[in-house]
T-cell receptor
């Protein structure tokens, strides 16, 4: 099984900040990685697929990078709507998720 | 419009059984990969099971031998039969479609709204 590890678990930031979340896979997954945003009581929303492809309608302040075992999600300038929990997910071998990163208002 | 609607959740005693349903519209269950993902209260996302378009099924180790995924093409519905339920199975269960639907699969999108399963005496 492929294990996904995100860091940090919690991130405190302010509106306008640039933030980065890291996701590591226990073995190479090429670019088979997605990022999701989840708000309380809601289903996850797909933000990025294939490590760096932004989904239609997702603001350009979101970006993803990486391949192999190391990936990052960057939000260039935090907006109030961005405070949520973010998950990475691999789909190279079945599916597995990172434990999540809760982005909080500082 | 592509839509997935889960049903069948509820309160069940430990050791009991429950069957969840996921009725889809806007696409066929037979031609897609359909997955179940769960989220325990206050916890992260955990992949549970997938049924491929060809009918192959796969499970997370935590539910292997207790849960069974299946589909009824005529009803455009996917099921998750859950047996020998435990307290740690308490979660919101989401049904979702694999975006790619071939090979090893792809990102999961869209998702249903989820159905809550509570295992407690």
């Amino acid at each position: 099984d492929i294990q996904m590890t995100q860091s940090p678990s919690t991130l405190s930031a302010s509106v306008g900040d640039r933030v980065t979340i890291t996701c590591r896979a226990s073995q190479s997954i090429s670019s088979s990685l997605a990022w999701y945003q989840q708000k309380p009581g809601r289903a996850p929303k797909l933000l990025i697929s294939r490590a760096s492809s932004l989904e239609s309608g997702v603001p350009s302040r979101f970006s993803g990078s990486g391949s192999g075992t190391e990936f990052t999600l960057t939000i260039s300038s935090l907006q109030p709507d961005d405070f949520a929990t973010y998950y990475c997910q691999q789909y190279n071998s079945y599916y597995s998720f990172g434990q999540g990163t809760k982005l909080e208002i500082k | 419009e592509v839509q997935l609607v889960e049903s069948g959740g509820g309160l069940i005693q430990p050791g009991g059984s429950l069957r969840l349903s996921c009725t889809v519209s806007g696409f066929s269950v037979s031609g897609n990969y359909l997955t179940w993902v769960r989220q325990a209260p206050g916890k992260g996302l955990e992949w549970v099971s997938v049924i491929y378009s060809g009918g192959s099924t796969y499970y997370a180790d935590s539910v292997m031998g207790r849960f069974t995924i299946s589909r009824d093409n005529s009803k455009n519905t996917v099921y998750l039969q859950m047996n020998s339920l435990r307290g740690e199975d308490t979660a919101v269960y989401y049904c979702a479609r694999d975006r790619v639907g071939w090979g090893s699969g792809g990102p999961i999108d869209p998702w249903g709204q989820g159905t809550l399963v509570t295992v407690s005496s």
